[in-house]
């Protein structure tokens, strides 16, 4: 949830690739990631948001934030539900 509030809001994710993250955040696109207890690399990420220019990463984040959006989960839900047990809307 936090992850996709912080892509909304346009601000670049940096984020340990763990859970259901890697699924949201494409390393280098739409935010950062780094590997469970790199500290160095996690410093690295940080420190490159901040220096860096990640306008254009946090534009691609807010883009793609709006799938997960709950409204559009729940279509997406109904959707395979409804493929699973053959009915057509």
Known sequence: QV???AM???LPVV??????????????VNGYL??????DA???????VLSGDST???AKAR??????APAHVAAETVDLYR?????RR
Do not use: C, K, Y
């Open 3 to 5: 992850v996709a509030e």
């Open 8 to 10: 909304a809001a346009g």
């Open 15 to 28: 984020a340990s690739a763990v859970g259901g993250v890697p699924w949201m955040i494409e390393d280098g």
């Open 34 to 39: 780094f590997s469970p207890r790199d500290v």
């Open 42 to 48: 996690l410093a690295e990420r940080i420190v490159g």
């Open 56 to 58: 254009d990463l946090a």
């Open 63 to 68: 883009a793609e934030a709006r799938r997960f």
């Open 83 to 87: 493929a699973l047990v053959g009915v």
